[in-house]
């Protein structure tokens, strides 16, 4: 069975995240990413379950404007501007 191109894309990106994220600990000698800033990490742990679906869904709604050839509706154009507001509403605190 082979694997899709989107499914390739993704996992090398995930890949070179996951070795960033081991520099990045490494440099700073943590175990886990703002361990020595517990209130943020709290806040940030709160928030992503709320914007991680919004997140996917923008990814879908982006890919059905991409498979449209950028002649996006009107609904699929609202549904956009409607998972970017909600991410920025809930990134505004946690950054």
Avoid: C
Wanted: hydrophobic share 40%; glycine share 6%; charged share 25%.
């Amino acid at each position: 069975m082979s694997t899709s191109p989107r499914l390739k894309h993704w996992v090398k990106l995930r890949e070179r995240f996951e070795r960033l994220e081991e520099a990045v600990l490494d440099i700073l000698q943590q175990e886990k990413l703002l361990e020595n800033t517990p209130l943020i990490r709290q806040a940030i742990d709160v928030r992503n379950p709320y914007i991680d679906p919004l997140h996917g869904l923008q990814a879908e709604l982006l890919q059905r404007n991409r498979d449209a050839d950028g002649a996006i509706s009107a609904d699929l154009s609202r549904a956009l501007m409607v998972t970017m507001a909600g991410i920025a509403a809930g990134l505004r605190n946690t950054g």
